[in-house]
């Protein structure tokens, strides 16, 4: 039971990383319908930012986030105007192909010049913010990835708030797709991956959630909470 419950703390805990991540993905499809296959080297850069900001000139990972949130923000603003712009500009299948293609490429590009750059290997800092530790050791929680749920859920909600009461909010939610498909879907492939990394090995973690999604798409295309249309 002990362990039970270990598995399901540090799957949502991880779950909510990929919810935020599923959840932005989400919303980008649903306003600008450009699929961002891209999205992952995002976070990827954003993570490496914060690790060399800590490595390098010792800044906290949640101080950090000052620096990140404008840096990225420009980033994004290039990236907007620099190549979705043109590809917004096309309509229907057209546009879904070409914002694969251009966002897949600018995936490999980042991917690729991050590995030469900064190399292949895993990479982690150290946070003074100590663990909690339940039952005599028996459940530990880490302080670091409740922190950044408890930040997560305070974003979601505010992108929530946006959405509901913001006249530029009730047009953006009406065409934004499977918000709560996403979230969900994040805290399953959370449990998943710790709960396969336990039972089975962690170097089946990613086949495994990668399994799941495909199983998902094939039972349920419309989402976890949508309506098949015919």
């Not at 930012?49 to 949640?62: A, K, M, R, T």
């Not at 065409?175 to 170097?203: C, D, K, M, S, W």
Request: proline share 3%; hydrophobic share 55%.
């Amino acid at each position: 039971m002990t362990a039970l419950v270990q598995l399901l703390i540090s799957g949502v805990l991880l779950g909510g990383i990929y919810a935020l991540a599923a959840f932005g993905l989400a919303l980008i499809f649903g306003v600008c319908n450009i699929l961002n296959l891209a999205h992952g080297e995002f976070l990827m850069l954003g993570a490496l930012v914060c690790f060399l900001l800590g490595h390098s000139l010792g800044i906290d990972p949640f101080a950090a986030i000052l620096v990140l949130l404008p840096l990225f923000f420009v980033l994004g603003m290039l990236f907007e105007r620099g190549l979705i712009r043109t590809v917004a500009a096309k309509t229907g299948h057209e546009q879904l192909t070409a914002s694969v293609l251009v966002t897949l490429g600018l995936s490999l590009c980042i991917e690729d010049v991050a590995r030469v750059l900064w190399g292949a290997e895993e990479k982690g800092f150290y946070c003074a913010l100590p663990p909690i530790v339940l039952g005599h050791g028996a459940i530990v929680i880490s302080s670091v990835r409740l922190l950044a749920l408890g930040c997560i859920v305070g974003m979601t909600l505010v992108v929530h708030q946006f959405l509901v009461r913001t006249y530029l909010g009730k047009a953006l939610r009406a065409v934004t797709q499977n918000r709560r498909g996403a979230l969900l879907g994040g805290i399953i492939l959370g449990l998943t991956e710790v709960f396969t990394g336990y039972l089975l090995n962690p170097h089946w973690q990613e086949t495994v959630a990668f399994l799941m999604l495909v199983v998902f798409l094939l039972v349920r295309p419309q989402g976890l909470f949508g309506r098949a249309q015919f």
